[in-house]
């Protein structure tokens, strides 16, 4: 399974432009889509989803256009909305039964079966007769995940599903979309959160107002910040004088003052040993600093 974006641009009715010219190309496997909010992650879903129209340009699922293949390519594709809501008097598994029938699973016993089947993966098997809305954040976030998945659809797009869970929820989230991509589907998952962005990420994208400004694979994003990240520890006074001049990622304090973490292009001119790059620091280098830097030049 292949998604092209081409040439994406999405501007609103009230001249907000939430896309600039999106080029991106990835294949089955998990995709993470990173980027502070506003960045324009949302408006980009909801165009691979078909349920908004690009201003120009468009988006190919193996080679066919969403916006012309829209109800043959609706059924392959599984969706959890950043605001995913329901008011639904129903039963978790009758709610789960809804969606798998609107997914198109006609033959009843086959459905209730993917029902359970979905309900265990997720962890809400044990809740299956409670009403859906008297579930935990946590375990609606679930829910929402399994609806997206009812229908075996090849593509599965997630918009920040870690959003207002805690650690252990964010934890077993992730989990459960790293166990999909075993199972030879497409995921997207958008997050603003960088620990969202796991190892299991073949390919990621940084959005930054409607802008891309990387994409590749997480690997490669850690190595464009190698050589620019900087331990330091510092006086009080000279800490205030890195503030000015640097991007701080961290601030410990310690006996003798800070012990300060920063990106920088060079070597900086205090005392420092260079630090090897994780991704957190990687997304700082990005956002923060070489953006600036561009703008700067
Ligand atoms: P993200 O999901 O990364 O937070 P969004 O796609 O929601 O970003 O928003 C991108 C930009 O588009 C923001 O500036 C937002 O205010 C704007 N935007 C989003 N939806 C609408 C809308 N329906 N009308 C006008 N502007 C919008």
New binding site residues.
Partial sequence: MKVEILGLNKI???G?Q?LKDINLEFGTGMFGLL??????????MRIIVALMKPTSGSVLIDGKDIQKYRKELRSMLGYLP?DFRFFTSLKTWEFLDYSGALAGMKNRKARLAEVDRLLDQVGLLEVRDRQANRLSGGMKRRLGIAQALIGSPSIIVV??PTTGLDPDERIRFRNILSQLTQHNVTIIL?T?IVGDISSTCQGMAL?NK?ELVFSGSPPELIRHAENHVFKLNLTPSEYEDVKEKYNVISTIPVETGWEVQIVSDDLPEFACSEIIPNIEHAYVYFMEHKLHADIAE
Avoid: I, M, V
């Fill in positions: 609103y009715p009230n907000n939430a980027g502070p909010n506003g960045a324009g992650k949302s408006s980009l950043q918009d920040e958008s603003h959005l409607g």
